[in-house]
């Protein structure tokens, strides 16, 4: 019996997604959109990507990271939670404050917006550094 000790490859997508986050950290940029992933992602994907696609694309490395406890983001039961909630309640929530009231209206592009946020936070928070010390970064 063969034991497979293999550590999982991470894409490039999620390095590139990585990287992506720990500039918007650096350049303070907070409010970033799909747009913002979609022109970072050019380089990786050819032509213009939809939002669904971004959404696609930025939720399987998101997985990655959620999947890989090298990148230690957290518990994954609460992880999913806060991501459903993003949009109402937390830092990546539509309004400043969560949603100020039940009946308030949003646009998909603002609710899947804050979504992708929270999976950059997350790609912020992410540890890096035994990645850093591989030749992939």
Known sequence: MTINNSVPEISKTTISL???????DEKNTPNR???DIQ???SDLYIGLISLVDVIEIVAKSHQQLLDD??????DKDN???DLILAPIRGPSS???LGASRIDNQYS???YYNA???KMMSDFSIARIDWLVNETIW
């Open 18 to 24: 990585l990287k992506l986050a720990k500039d918007f």
């Open 33 to 35: 959109t799909w747009v």
């Open 39 to 41: 022109r970072a992602l």
């Open 69 to 74: 406890s090298r990148f230690d983001i957290g």
């Open 79 to 81: 992880n999913r939670i």
């Open 94 to 96: 539509v309004e400043l």
């Open 108 to 110: 998909v592009e603002d």
């Open 115 to 117: 979504i992708l946020r």
